[in-house]
């Protein structure tokens, strides 16, 4: 059987692809390429995280304790001086370390003080006391590193991140008007099939 839209008698499969394809589901089935092609690009991956160094201060302030330090996956550290550890840097999973204190003499943990190389500053710990729930007290100063500001995209340490939001108000937007261009096709496809 040859069909209405055919462009040699000989060509059967040829023709019965146009005429699927022909009116109303040729721009979708030309959208779908389109967006499949997009979905498909290749995209950066994050942006490496470089070390964080976490430097302990005043320790002798509490002398009746033991400090301690564990890396992601390594066995604690105990230390009871000031003292300075590096959180590695990694290429995508950052790296988690963990510090606490533990009284000599009751065995009695501190609370956990947890630090990530996850695009974070450089830390200096200067601790005053214990309070009376076990919970370290002390004061935590940032100082900048090559990790400020590296969450969010490709760019220099310190410079502005004014574009994201914006960025991510196009991206909503271009959404919603897609969607809504959606349901108004399928709406007019509606009518005209009950018409």
Do not use: Q
């Amino acid at each position: 059987m040859i069909k209405k839209n055919c462009l040699t008698k000989s060509c059967n499969h040829c023709c019965s692809f146009f005429y699927y394809f022909n009116g109303v589901k040729k721009p979708i089935f030309l959208l779908s390429l389109f967006y499949f092609s997009i979905a498909c690009a290749d995209s950066p991956g994050k942006k490496n995280m470089y070390e964080s160094k976490i430097s302990i201060r005043n320790t002798d302030h509490l002398i009746g304790y033991d400090f301690y330090w564990s890396m992601e996956g390594d066995s604690a550290t105990v230390f009871n001086h000031d003292s300075s550890f590096t959180i590695p840097g990694s290429a995508g999973r950052p790296m988690n370390a963990a510090l606490w204190a533990v009284n000599k003499k009751t065995n009695l943990s501190t609370d956990t003080l947890f630090f990530s190389n996850y695009y974070a500053p450089d830390y200096l710990i200067t601790f005053d006391s214990v309070s009376a729930g076990n919970k370290l007290v002390f004061i935590k100063s940032s100082i900048a590193n090559s990790n400020e500001g590296g969450d969010s995209g490709d760019k220099e340490a310190g410079e502005s991140n004014s574009r994201a939001p914006s960025r991510m108000m196009l991206f909503a937007g271009i959404s919603l008007a897609a969607l809504v261009l959606l349901v108004v096709l399928f709406i007019r496809r509606k009518n005209a099939n009950e018409a």
